[in-house]
């Protein structure tokens, strides 16, 4: 499960094909996570950054189930 990074030349174009970002509950001084779904991917950004990680649905729950296992303090397989 290897997420990929891109960056993103802004365009004209871009302004209307650009995702709709939704930003965490948990923000905090401009420090915060936007996720975005589209086109069979989600991806994930750190709202001061540019760039994005692009995962498929699958990876994205395998995200989760990573993330939810460190805050309850399970193993992870």
């Known amino acids: 499960m290897r997420a990929q990074t891109t960056q993103q030349p802004y365009s004209d174009i871009d302004v209307v094909n650009s995702p709709r970002w939704l930003r965490s509950s948990y923000c ?5 996570i936007e996720i975005s779904a589209r086109d069979g991917v989600v991806m994930l950004r750190d ?25 309850m303090g399970t193993p992870l397989n």
């Not at 905090?28 to 915060?32: A, I, Q, S």
């Open 28 to 32: 905090v001084d401009g420090d915060c």
């Open 47 to 71: 709202s001061k950054a540019g760039s994005h990680l692009t995962m498929t649905h699958p990876q994205f729950t395998a995200f989760l189930r990573f993330v939810g296992g460190l805050r």
